[in-house]
């Protein structure tokens, strides 16, 4: 059972900006990192964005997270269609003895 | 190249055991934790548990928790998730994912390419 909640579905046009929302509480994005990982169809999760707001190298600057008290977004601008994917939040919970949770995930599908 | 290689799908029956494998190489092995996550068909992640292979502390998620067993051999730099008995609903997609403190925060900076398992009579 998440414990951050996600909408289960975003879409957009070509080069439009979408984002994506993720509620959680005081003992996890309230007051941990929170991180971003997206799921191509068929394949391994892979780590997008990481302390709230930072790219990995190699991940394009049209990918950005944000953080705010309990919730957190991710907004992906300029929508390609390799973008359709999975996302999901995640984030370390300190009242669960520091274990991992992960959002419900978010399908973001290119129209 | 810094890689978590996976052992292969897996078909079990219900009350069978198992134990999958994730090896790492590329890195200094003991230097960071490794997660395993699991994915039901159709379904988001789950973080089940991480262990240390420095020292092979284990935490669990409160789901898994008495469920599965993370086990390390660092002497061959693999880690294990295993099964003393399998239910059908432990049919998913079995991922391994390194914890990289240094430089992501402890973020799963490195996947394997997931263990398929399947239990059915």
């Known amino acids: 059972q998440s414990v951050l909640t996600q909408p289960p579905s975003a879409s957009g046009t070509p080069g439009q900006r979408v984002t994506v929302s993720c509620s959680g509480s005081s003992s996890n994005i309230g007051s941990n990192y929170v991180y971003w990982y997206q799921q191509l169809p068929g394949t391994a999760p892979k780590l997008l964005i990481y302390g709230d707001s930072q790219r990995p190298s190699g991940v394009p600057d049209r990918f950005s997270g944000s953080k705010s008290g309990t919730s957190a977004s991710l907004a992906i601008s300029g929508l390609r269609s390799e973008d359709e994917a999975d996302y999901y939040c995640?984030?370390?919970?300190?009242?669960?003895?520091?274990?991992?949770?992960f959002g419900t995930g978010t399908k973001v599908t290119v129209l | 190249e810094v890689q978590l290689v996976q052992s292969g799908a897996e078909v079990k029956k219900p009350g069978e055991s198992l134990r999958i494998s994730c090896k790492g190489s590329?890195?200094?092995?003991?230097?960071?934790?490794i997660s395993w996550v699991r994915q039901m068909p159709g379904k988001g992640l789950e973080w089940m548990g991480r262990i240390d292979p420095s020292d092979s502390y284990t935490s669990y998620s409160p789901s898994f928790q008495g469920h599965v067993t993370i086990s390390v051999d660092k002497s061959i730099s693999t880690v294990y998730l295993q099964w003393s008995s399998l239910k059908a609903s432990d049919t998913a997609v079995y991922y391994c994912?390194?914890?990289?403190?240094?430089?992501?925060?402890?973020?799963?900076?490195?996947w394997g390419q997931g263990t398929t398992v399947t239990v059915s009579s």
């Open positions: 590329g890195y200094t092995f003991t230097t960071y934790w």
């Open positions: 994912a390194r914890i990289e403190w240094l430089t992501y925060f402890y973020g799963m900076d490195v």
């Open positions: 995640a984030a370390w919970d300190d009242s669960l003895s520091g274990h991992y949770v």
